[in-house]
Structures are given as structure tokens and as C-alpha cells.
């Protein structure tokens, strides 16, 4: 089952600019991770942030996460073409370790 | 970051046979394994979890029959898809996780299904 929506499900912008995307999720939650995945590949982990955190950084991402609202968002500043690609939340609880529930994922495209 | 290998990466197979998918963790014993699905432009759905030396537990709407889930060792699980048809094309993606780890799930890279 999937644990809530993303928003945008698309978007596009130019290189250089920052991109935005959010995730809502439905249960409890012990982290919400951010993934990123190539056309027909597999997935690249991002970032982790755990439900006592309230801010993440990582290179060019920053990750927030509103557990009062049950919402995250990514942050990519200065995005290259080679960003483009589809980014999915997942949420993982306490009570099954490793196991995942995915967003629906927004699809980013940067254009050079 | 641990290491887990998913295998073959491409697949393609004839209605009514039964393909086999291994996923191997390389560097680290693998208490857990999971099972996920993914269509064209869709998400990854979870279809199930498997515990070394014990029955998986298939998520609601997966047919247990069809999709065999066995987690041998600490090291390998597999997912054999039986008398697949081509609605079952699809990508399918292990992961494996460790009680060490507490929240980390390692992904393999993915197996593309095709039935013809």
C-alpha cells in the first residue's frame, strides 16, 4: 500500500534554479528517507531523517520534516541536468525494520 | 554503504514459465529481505517481507503462490514468479536489512521482467 502522496507528481525547471518537492505521509513513523532513481534503474538512497529531527542538509539537499503534519520536503539548490530523474519518499517504522512505504514520487526534470 | 546484489538484471521469459530472482547480500548477514514492484511510471509497492529461516509475509493483494519467496540464509533470498504472464512484467527490487542497522535498508539494483 502506499503511505501518502507527492507534490508535484512532474516538474521541469532550469538548471540552476531550486526544486522542491513534498511528501505526506498517512501513519507513525520512526524516518522518512528520500530516494532517487534513473530511468529504468535502480534506486540511490539520499538522505535519512529520523522522526526527532526536524532539519537535514546533505551536499546540495536539504530535507525537512513535519511530523505534527506528517509532511517532508526536499530541497535540491542549484540543480544540474543531471538531476533529472524521478524522487521518491519512503517511510520506515519502528515495528519492521528495513521495511519501506513509498510515495508515488515526483518526476524532475532540470533542462540545461 | 552495504552491498546487496540483485540477479539477472534483465529477464525475458515465456508466458507459463517460472522465472527465478536472487538477491544476495555480499558484505553483511541479511536478517530481513524485502520484495518490491514497480510499473512503468509508478511507484515501488512493497509485496513482501521475508525473515531468514521463516514463511514470508506477503502483503494483501500478492499472491503467495505466485510470487515464491524463499530466504534460505543470511545471505540470499529469491523470488520465483510461477507460470508468469505478461501482466506480471514488471521491475522488481530486493532489499536487505540487518537489526544492527535499526532503520537501514540496502536496495539491489533491480531486475526487469519481461513476458512475452
Known amino acids: 500500500s502506499q503511505q501518502g502522496e507527492e507534490d508535484p507528481q512532474a516538474l521541469s525547471i532550469q538548471e540552476g534554479e531550486n526544486a522542491t518537492m513534498n511528501c505526506s505521509y498517512k501513519?507513525?513513523?520512526?524516518?522518512l528517507q528520500w530516494y532517487r532513481q534513473n530511468s529504468g534503474r535502480g534506486l540511490v538512497h539520499l538522505i535519512l531523517?529520523?522522526?526527532?529531527?526536524r532539519e537535514k542538509h546533505s551536499g546540495r539537499l536539504r530535507v525537512t520534516l513535519d511530523t505534527s503534519k506528517k509532511s517532508s520536503s526536499l530541497l535540491i539548490t542549484a540543480s544540474r541536468a543531471a538531476d533529472t530523474a524521478s524522487y521518491f519518499c519512503?517511510?520506515?517504522?519502528?515495528?519492521?525494520?528495513?521495511?519501506?512505504?513509498f510515495g508515488q514520487g515526483t518526476t524532475l526534470q532540470v533542462k540545461p | 554503504g552495504a552491498v546487496v546484489s540483485q540477479h539477472p538484471s534483465r529477464v525475458i521469459c515465456k508466458s507459463g514459465t517460472s522465472v527465478k530472482i536472487e538477491c544476495r547480500s555480499l558484505?553483511?548477514?541479511?536478517?530481513?529481505m524485502f520484495w518490491y514492484r514497480q510499473f512503468p511510471k509508478q511507484s515501488l509497492m512493497l509485496m513482501a517481507t521475508?525473515?531468514?529461516?521463516?514463511?514470508?509475509?506477503?502483503e494483501q493483494g500478492v499472491e503467495k503462490d505466485k510470487f515464491l519467496i524463499n530466504h534460505a540464509s543470511l545471505t540470499l533470498s529469491t523470488l520465483t514468479v510461477t507460470s508468469a504472464h505478461p501482466e506480471d512484467s514488471s521491475f522488481y527490487i530486493c532489499s536487505a536489512s540487518n537489526v544492527r542497522f535499526v532503520t537501514e535498508a540496502f536496495f539491489g539494483q533491480g531486475t526487469r521482467l519481461t513476458v512475452v
Open positions: 558484505d553483511f548477514q541479511a536478517t530481513t
Open positions: 519512503a517511510t520506515g517504522s519502528s515495528s519492521n525494520t528495513g521495511k519501506l512505504i
Open positions: 531523517i529520523r522522526s526527532n529531527e
Open positions: 521475508s525473515n531468514e529461516g521463516s514463511k514470508a509475509t506477503y
Open positions: 501513519t507513525s513513523i520512526n524516518n
